[in-house]
């Protein structure tokens, strides 16, 4: 059997040379990822190659039932096996069609990324896709969610190194095609997407697909950093494309519906993050977040958003870590029994039909600490006001912090003891009070960007409202603007903000604006002594103000 939700999407992975718009040829479901061939008046450029010689050569055979043009240039918009490892295919054509040097481009550290991959984590790493991708399951038209299953043997790898990189962004031209590769990191480092402005055609990579990204994927990966995915998609926004053809799933055409699809995904992708964010700053854990945290309904019901290949939870869970580590914030949790000895303990306290209470009361009494505070943290888990629950976990981390050669390990498991008997309570320092010499010498650029993670979310999802701040002491413009549960901020030139209709415009001093926001001072107090000017009603700035948490001293 298989949940409803996965078959709906398997139509989208049929085996088909889709042509969204002349000249671009998208090959679907010959593998895990597409063949896109864009073509030009002398040439093609390819832009990826499957992950193996098979599946390379079905999806040039497809190809070529439109066109016999030759391959005058190879991109590669990554380094997984799914994107490189059919590479030598298009190489070997293009050398007996008389081109046996075409350009193979990527991005400069693409390389380095997939040799760590073959190298140092290869075994781990082959066995866990194996895993994920369903390589020994049935066959089946599901598909691996974005695509329809990986075609992968190592006997298969025709692997075409690239010889031609870039960092930021470059023009090149091929088969007569003016192309532009941008660096958009995101699902991976060394994201590189292909920018086609004559025909407004965007093939945005990995980072968007039809379907919930993968933030974290269960394979393994190292943290990937969504702030820069976010930034990623915001460049490729302001492209303004008319036809986005990604390397899973299928093309979208019209410009309304990729802005719509765009905006939509990476407003996802920052909501999760930033309240992810939000509620490690409250102390809350990796756990109960993942538990909680959910799209707003209107993203989570959005066509290339449902959870069918990444999933809000993995994510959470992934966001927290790459902020704090593996350590949840639980003294339990720091030297928990192995495995092994947790399941043989487990199996003994459900065989022998006594409580959980009585059985953590027993193993503090007995001296067996770490066993004790894992059940007594089961126990608060359950009954969080239960002052037993929590007495009895204290008793078992005082006894551990008592017995630990370790100074950290020590204060914290002491310190959280006296929080969970109430003699101790730890809260941050509230933003009035930090010296304000502290608060003028913050730079203006992230101190911006640190609004989006302080957002009330739940007050503001059915909110569309943007915010211009002018600072004029540093010359520079943000634009804020809080849509449906994210705030999305981005320094802005003004030719950027023509056509903005803004609902409010800021005109301040940035060291003046850091204040007001760190309640440092009042907007009001400002506005009356001239240093800040509104265009727009001043009680809109205290209302946007208040969509966003900050701390104050009480009294």
Known sequence: GAHPGLAAPARLLDRELVEPVDGVYVAVGFALANVVALEGPDGLVIVDSTEGRPSAEDALAAIRTVTDKPIAALVLTHNHADHVFGGRVFVE????????????????????????????????????SMRMFGTFLPPSSLGAGIGLRLRFRPQDIALARPDHTFEDEVDIEAGGLALRLLHVPGETDDQVAVWWPDRRVLLPADDIYQAFPNLYTIRGTPTRDVRAWVASLDRMRDLHAEVLVPQHTRPLVGAEQVEDTLTAYRDAIQYVHDQAVRGLNAGRTADELAATIRLPPHLASHPWLAERYGRVSWSVRSICDGYLGWFDGRGADLEPLAPAERGRRMMAAFSAGASLPSQARAALAAGD???????????????????????????????????????????????????????????PTPTDVAPVALVDGLPIDPF????????????????????????????????????????????????????????????TTARTWKRIASQHEHALAAAARGDLAVDGDLADLVKLLRWFERRQAPG
């Open 369 to 427: 600490l770490q066993w004790a505070a894992e059940l007594g943290q089961l126990w608060v888990d359950a009954e969080p006001a239960s002052p037993e629950a929590r007495g009895v976990l204290a008793d078992a981390l005082e006894g551990l912090g008592h017995r630990s050669d370790n100074a950290n390990a020590r204060n914290w498991v002491l310190t959280e003891a006296e929080e969970l008997r109430g003699t101790l309570h730890i809260e």
């Open 93 to 128: 054509d293009a050398a007996r069609r008389g081109h046996p040097d075409i350009p193979i481009w990527a991005h400069a550290s693409m390389s380095d990324h997939l040799d760590r991959v073959v190298n140092v984590l290869r075994d781990v790493i082959e066995v866990r």
């Open 448 to 507: 911006m960007q640190a609004l989006s993670t302080r957002l009330r979310a739940e007050d503001v999802l059915d909110v569309d409202w943007q915010a211009v701040f002018e600072f004029t002491d540093i010359d520079r413009r943000y634009l804020v603007h809080v849509r449906r549960g994210v705030a999305e901020v981005r320094p802005r030139s003004p030719e950027q903000l023509v056509g903005v209709d803004a609902d409010l415009t800021i005109r």
